[in-house]
């Protein structure tokens, strides 16, 4: 059969070809007005960009940062550099500065592609990052700010000349084609480095019908971030079927969440818990319906059950409850029911569905135990899961070691239950897991449980040095607006929800719970904010 090596830029060709009217519609991070164009006029920009950048010195391999939110300049970036054969490194710009600093320079970045809002922080940076050559600012001229950065070209006026042919070299389709660095809560940030072939089986395992599944009839809105874990491979999945792409640039806010997926009539979206929730909110205050929409998937951290219940009970919207990291592309799994599934109680669907759900075909999953001994897919056994496949990492980036065991299973920190017939349902990370008189508590239970509550805006569980039981969970709380449960309300609560000495010791009111960079709950932070917790109790 024909061998023809996998390259990305391909995914844009057939899309502008055979797809050439469809729409990707940008929401301006400058000024928040909306730009729309077509497939086939993404391709034209895409071909300008890489005679520029190949002008600006790009080299095959060469890492190339940027540092952007989702929008149509970011996309034709994406698609220019690893076309060329260069290393498209997606930087999350919610890190901290000496993590994006740390980052660049172990990625040795020769260009930096920005956004307007970005360029305060890099001008800061930039004499602490010796390898950047140039910086280009996602923007035209009438937008570009006055900046100091050296040799700073605004991203209009570099492509406005360039020639609209350019033939995309050959190359195996191993090679690289992008970089993206965990944002591991201890430790430096790691590399993750993807390439053509590895994006692009997981691209297509992600339009499966059970998976996300886009189609021509899909208008699809990328919340989440094309810096964090390669937008789910969304940016390559609807290119390749022919999906309408919208990209919400840098207001995620319930409003403009709305304004998008009512404009332009969106039937399919992804995102974290956090944006949805933003957006229910949004609903229920104005008191808004989504006749469009039909389809979410939800991953990042686990889907709440009242966040699946809203959606579909008020607004007909079924919400897919996805898992995955960055070192598998990142999908591992999708939760969908099964046919016979249909027979069983609405509350017993939900309770399946808040599983994370089956692996689609490429990715092998087991569960073990401490010795590395395979455990029972019973539902009810927790331990390790290991993960193996064509779009999950073998090495990080520049590290001397494989990342994997010696038959070729890459831990994911994760601990999970496999049910029989073979859903896997997250229990928690294995740092997070509170170790009580030699029992195991697992706080992503207890949150779920919590976060029923109707006064109950977000919940996090850590567990605390304990006298007799080594650790405790203390389950701290931030509440809605306006409501004053006391602790005691709350654990009556959980009373009827978990087991009695799952129970946690004390509820703690906080008016924030810390976010990571990728908007999940920062236990780190949380522990060291508690670290010299005292129980008043035994
Ligand atoms: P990241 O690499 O930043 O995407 O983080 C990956 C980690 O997020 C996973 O190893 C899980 O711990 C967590 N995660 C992702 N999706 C889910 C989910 N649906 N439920 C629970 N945890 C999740």
Not at 363 to 387: A, C, N, Q, Y
């Amino acid at each position: 059969m024909q061998a023809d090596p996998l390259n990305l830029a391909h995914v844009l060709e057939h899309a502008a070809r055979f797809h050439g009217r469809v729409e990707v519609v940008t929401r301006r991070v400058e000024d928040g007005t909306i730009e729309r164009y077509t497939y086939a006029d993404a391709l034209r920009r895409t071909k300008k960009l890489a005679n520029a950048l190949k002008k600006l010195g790009v080299e095959f391999g060469d890492r190339i940062g940027t540092l952007a939110w989702n929008t149509d300049r970011h996309l034709e970036a994406w698609y220019a550099i690893a076309g060329q054969g260069a290393i498209c490194h997606t930087i999350n710009p919610r890190l901290f500065e000496p993590q994006i600093e740390y980052i660049v320079n172990h990625a040795e970045d020769k260009v930096l592609l920005l956004d307007t809002l970005f360029v305060p922080m890099i001008e800061r940076l930039q004499h602490k990052l010796p390898t950047v050559e140039t910086y280009i600012v996602l923007t035209d001229r009438a937008h570009m700010p006055q900046t100091e950065l050296h040799n700073a070209l605004d991203f209009e006026s570099l492509i406005v000349d360039e020639s609209e042919d350019f033939e995309w070299p050959s190359f195996p389709e191993e090679t690289p084609s992008s970089l993206c660095y965990t944002s591991g809560t201890t430790g430096n940030p790691k590399g993750v480095l993807y390439t053509h072939r590895s994006n692009f089986l997981h691209a297509n395992a992600i339009n499966g019908k059970d998976v996300i599944g886009p189609s021509c009839s899909d208008s699809v809105l990328l919340v989440v971030p094309m810096f964090h874990a390669n937008s789910w491979g969304l940016n390559y999945s609807c290119p390749m079927v022919g999906a309408k792409l919208v990209l919400p640039g840098a207001q995620l806010d319930g409003e403009s969440i709305y304004e998008l997926l009512n404009g332009e009539q969106v039937t399919l979206s992804a995102a974290v818990p956090t944006v949805w929730n933003m957006l229910l909110s949004h609903l229920q205050e104005h008191e808004l319906k989504l006749p469009h929409l039909n389809e979410v998937t939800i991953g990042g951290s686990a889907v709440p059950r009242n966040l699946i219940e809203a959606f579909d009970l008020d607004y007909g919207v079924t919400v897919i409850h996805g898992w995955g990291m960055t070192e598998m592309s990142p999908i591992g799994s999708a939760c969908r029911l099964r046919p016979f599934m249909k027979e069983l109680s609405y509350e017993q669907q939900v309770d399946v569905r808040l599983k994370q759900g089956i692996p689609p075909f490429g990715v092998w999953m087991k569960i073990v135990d401490d010795d590395g001994s395979e455990l029972p897919h019973d539902g009810g056994t927790f331990g390790r899961l290991l993960v193996k496949g064509p779009w999950i990492v073998k090495r990080y980036y520049k590290d001397d070691h494989d990342a994997l065991d010696a038959e070729g299973w890459f831990d994911t920190g994760d601990i999970a239950t496999i049910d029989e017939h073979g859903y896997m349902q997250i229990t928690d990370r294995a740092k997070d897991l509170i170790k009580s008189g030699g029992e195991w508590i697992s706080s992503v239970d207890l949150e779920n449980a919590m976060m029923e509550h109707s006064m109950v805006a977000m919940a996090a569980v850590i567990g605390c040095h304990h006298p007799t039981w080594e650790e405790r969970p203390l389950m701290i709380v931030k509440l809605l607006d306006g409501c004053e449960p006391s602790s005691n309300d709350l654990l009556d609560f959980l009373k009827s929800r978990v087991a009695k000495w799952w129970l946690p010791d004390n509820v703690v009111f906080v008016d924030d719970i810390p976010l990571t960079a990728t908007g999940k709950i920062s236990k780190l932070t949380l522990r060291e904010q508690f670290r010299d917790y005292q129980w008043t109790t035994d």
